[in-house]
């Protein structure tokens, strides 16, 4: 059917009242932050200030009489709820898999009696103390079937997903838990709880991730947990990478490092959680992995690495400032104070790249690749955790999925206190973003910050703690490293159906142009080019091979648009994915990436369109 695109009215936007009128805030920080945002006045944000924040997250109201909100996990084991959480399924399958065998402790026991287990033991299939590997993608899908309702047990309802199949064949699964009505997306909207998705493993070699959400998902469906289930729902995908999983490895089965692919969706893996996002529209999405304790800081600094988990959340272009207030204040530092409860270290996420002569360390990238920040540009909050686990095998195991689980347990709170201010903050954002198109700048691209600090490592040798003087590369403050006026929207020639299909598993709005008729554009004029591979902070992006990088010029002019072109409207709440897949100078375009062939087949659309387009599925 056709129908005319229509851009909002941006005094509508501007007029829209989204806070209620009961929150405060000092005047000060609502003058900051009425200054900090030129596009949209930003309300107060409802928030206590700092000296009155308490350490750590104040216990949730009853959200009926006679059920308490219980405490974090692994805190005051009762009879009723012990600390063992779960009992293993019995194992289906070998006790090895093909790339793991025993391995000789990377360090001696005076860093080693530095992480001592926990107080509390963990119990899943992978945890046995027999088991020389984790546990399998089988007994993970009978851990999930066996969660899942046969029959609806009281208010939770729990229903097993087939969310996709990996490069092998292997299923992607994962657990639904609700207490809304029905358990199909349109129940949980009307519910008017907001959707938290938890993600493990999309590295393979990095176990701790998906064994804590197999005993997050027993707690919440039965156990500790479910009380939150008054407040949210929860999506678990204990293993996005079976393949990797099973082979001990990071990358998926054709070698592509799937943790940068959530922009590009090369990947099945990826696609899948991509429409998990879609159809179940996320407040929070949490991001499980482990990062290297020992290698190349052995290498590089003489040193181990200190802490049992690293945080960060989205730090890339155009994340909206609400939404980073938002994970720094409500989710970061209950998070940090929840960790620290429980004896557990933690610092901001930092890796360094694999040339040992590069002693730099960065915070995780600034890109629009990973599941954090493009997650993030859905407009969630996103958050990464990492445990100290790769390339020490199954040492510290238990206090591994320990720190995740109480990590995890600390967002899924903050959720639940926090629902009716996420979703107003959530609303604020869609409007707010939509309302940009047309105007101002946009960034391409953006970097990191260089700075210096001190960082906490081990000696080797003793076990103690050595502070080193580092240089420091910031995700927490953006360089805007390239920028241009921010277009009403992208016009797309007939033949980019893979770029446009890859827009629409991102969430966006993609347009068929009905009629032809001509538009107000930039075009694109290449005045450089070279070709190479797509490279992170720790070097080249497994996968990554040979991109197109090309410097541009842009040139306005009008431009015909055929029927059966494309057009990705700007007014729309997740607008700036198409930006950053759709400007071609950066290295994970869609030209970039050969997804669109010519520079010619794409225009930046600078006013309206009196067009007619049709919408397709």
Aim: hydrophobic share 40%; aromatic share 6%; net charge neutral.
């Amino acid at each position: 059917m056709h129908s005319f695109l229509r851009h909002p009215s941006h005094a509508t936007a501007l007029r829209a009242t989204l806070w209620s009128a009961r929150w405060t805030a000092s005047a000060t920080l609502a003058a900051l932050l009425l200054t900090a945002c030129g596009s949209t006045p930003l309300p107060p944000w409802p928030s206590s200030s700092t000296a009155q924040r308490p350490q750590a997250a104040a216990p949730l109201p009853r959200p009926q009489p006679g059920t308490v909100v219980p405490a974090p996990l692994g805190q005051q084991p009762t009879t009723q709820h012990p600390a063992v959480v779960a009992s293993p399924l019995p194992p289906h399958a070998p006790l090895a898999v093909q790339n793991e065998g025993p391995m000789a402790p990377p360090y001696g026991a005076a860093v080693a009696a530095r992480f001592p287990n926990p107080s509390i033991s963990y119990s899943t299939p992978g945890l046995g103390l027999d088991r020389r590997a984790f546990t399998t993608n089988a007994e993970l899908g009978q851990w999930l079937n066996s969660l899942a309702d046969k029959a609806p047990r009281g208010a939770t309802r729990t229903k097993l997903l087939h969310i996709g199949t990996s490069q092998r064949g292997e299923p992607i699964q994962g657990l639904l838990l609700t207490r809304a009505a029905g358990t199909d997306p349109a129940s949980l909207d009307t519910s008017g709880r907001p959707t938290v998705v938890l993600i493990g493993q999309q590295h393979g070699d990095e176990p701790a991730g998906s064994e804590a959400l197999l005993v997050i998902s027993s707690e919440l469906a039965q156990g500790l947990l479910e009380p939150l289930l008054d407040r949210i729902n929860v999506v678990v995908v204990p293993r996005a990478n079976p393949d990797g999983a099973a082979a001990n490895t990071r990358v998926t089965a054709s070698g592509v490092d799937m943790n940068r692919d959530h922009l590009l969706l090369n990947t099945p893996e990826a696609r899948a959680l991509a429409q998990v996002i879609n159809d179940y529209r996320p407040i929070l999405v949490v991001d499980a992995h482990e990062y290297t304790a020992v290698g190349r800081y052995l290498q590089k600094f003489n040193a181990i690495q200190r802490y049992d988990a690293l945080l960060q959340y989205t730090t890339t272009a155009n994340y909206p400032e609400f939404l980073t207030k938002a994970s720094q204040e409500w989710y970061h530092q209950p998070m940090v104070a929840a960790l620290k409860a429980q004896g557990i270290t933690s610092d901001w996420y930092y890796t360094t790249s694999t040339n040992p002569q590069d002693k730099r360390i960065s915070m995780g990238g600034t890109q629009p690749d990973t599941g954090r920040n493009v997650n993030g540009l859905k407009n969630t909050v996103s958050l990464l955790i990492e445990t100290r686990g790769v390339g020490i095998g199954r040492m510290h195991i238990q206090r591994r999925v320990h720190s995740q689980v109480t990590a995890i347990t600390s967002a899924l709170r903050t959720t639940a206190e926090r629902a009716a201010n996420l979703e107003q903050v959530r609303s604020f954002v869609a409007r707010d973003v939509s309302a940009l198109a047309c105007r101002d700048q946009v960034v391409i691209e953006a970097a990191a910050t260089p700075t210096q600090r001190d960082l906490d490592f081990l000696d080797p040798e003793t076990g103690a703690d050595r502070v080193i003087r580092v240089d420091w590369n910031s995700s927490l403050t953006l360089r805007t490293t390239k920028s241009r006026a921010r277009p009403c929207g992208y016009w797309l020639a007939a033949g980019s159906t893979a770029a446009v299909e890859r827009l629409r598993l991102l969430g966006l709005q993609v347009m068929r142009v009905a009629e032809p008729g001509a538009m107000l554009a930039e075009t694109y004029r290449e005045t450089a080019r070279e070709t190479g591979d797509r490279q992170d902070v720790l070097g080249t992006i497994a996968g990554g091979t040979g991109i197109v990088r090309v410097q541009v010029s842009t040139v306005r002019s009008a431009v015909d648009a055929p029927a059966g072109s494309f057009y990705v409207p700007l007014n729309q709440p997740r607008a700036n994915l198409a930006v950053a897949a759709l400007e071609p100078d950066t290295q994970n375009s869609y030209f970039a990436n050969r997804m669109i062939e010519d520079l010619g087949q794409t225009a930046r659309v600078m006013a309206t369109p009196a067009l007619v387009f049709e919408e397709t599925d």
